[in-house]
């Protein structure tokens, strides 16, 4: 049974014919599982390559939405201090009377109280001589108001007396 083995009736270059065919077969497989790796090995690293590229470009894209909405905000600040005195100033029609609401707004007074602390404040002196003319025409309203039905009469000037009351010390 050894004796008719086709191994034994093989001449050595046969076998390592043989040897040789199975050695070279072995090697075409591993080669092929190796250039199978080498190409799964490129694949990976070019989508890793991408993976970090594009979260570079997110922690890029948040820092510019994030100068963005600071910016945004700045500029919606800057145009709420502008807009409103513009268009209260320029826009509106004036017997809206915007810009004197506004500023009685700012003062957290009614619009009478307002004013006279505007004028007090701008210039002291014409303020006293003005509630001082007021206090006048207010004490003598009747008389003022009868010597005005007299001229309106007479067409012309004329002369009235008042009575003023000492200051105030």
């Not at 004796?3 to 043989?18: D, F, G, I, V």
């Not at 005195?85 to 619009?111: C, I, K, Y």
């Not at 404040?121 to 509630?131: D, E, K, Q, R, V």
């Amino acid at each position: 049974m050894i004796a008719r083995s086709p191994a034994l009736a093989m001449t050595p270059e046969q076998m390592a014919q043989r040897i040789a065919a199975a050695g070279n077969a072995a090697r075409r497989e591993d080669q092929a599982a190796l250039a199978k790796a080498g190409e799964d090995k490129a694949r990976i690293m070019a989508e890793l390559r991408s993976l970090a590229g594009s979260a570079w470009t997110r922690a890029d894209q948040k820092n510019r939405q994030l100068w963005f909405g600071l910016g945004g905000v700045a500029a919606g600040i800057l145009a709420c201090a502008v807009l409103p005195g513009l268009v209260a100033r320029e826009v509106a029609p004036t017997s809206w009377q915007w810009p004197e609401r506004m500023a009685a707004r700012t003062l957290d007074m009614p619009m009478w109280e307002g004013g006279q602390r505007l004028m007090r404040t701008s210039a002291p002196g014409a303020f006293a001589n003005i509630a001082a003319g007021d206090r006048i025409v207010t004490a003598n309203r009747e008389v003022l108001e009868a010597c005005r039905k007299r001229a309106n009469k007479a067409r012309k000037e004329v002369r009235c007396t008042v009575r003023v009351a000492p200051a105030a010390s």
